[in-house]
Nanobody
């Protein structure tokens, strides 16, 4: 079992930055690929892929909509994964979820463990 807790969300103006953190506890953190998904308002049944990182940080993937603006990183010594979000846009508004799974893929169903989410709101 892996327990994930996100933090760092909030309200920011368009063009601003936020850094999300996800702290993990439980089973060996470094064995898992980690990802960020988001759920925009009005899309409660969809979790949209944002970014993912392999167990050792060597491989990363990003959704086209965030490439060049968001950066994922992890620190296995701290059991944490981060998402640096720059040049935020109103369309980035969503609940952001941290997830742990076996590999770097874009499908939410591939990730077994999920946090409770943190709200990010970008005002225009």
């Amino acid at each position: 079992q892996v327990h994930l807790v996100e933090s760092g969300g909030g309200l920011v103006q368009a063009g601003g930055s936020l850094r999300l953190s996800c702290a993990a506890s439980g089973r060996s953190f470094s064995n898992f690929a980690l990802a960020w998904f988001r759920q925009p308002p009005g899309k409660e049944r969809e979790r949209e892929f944002v970014s993912a990182i392999s167990w050792n940080g060597a491989n990363t993937d990003y959704a086209d909509s965030v490439k060049g603006r968001f950066t994922i990183s992890r620190d296995n010594s701290k059991n944490a994964v981060y998402l640096q979000m720059n040049s935020l846009k109103p369309e980035d508004t969503a609940v952001y979820y941290c997830a742990a799974g076996p590999m770097v893929v874009v499908f939410a169903t591939a990730f077994e463990y999920w946090g409770q989410g943190t709200q990010v709101t970008v005002s225009s």
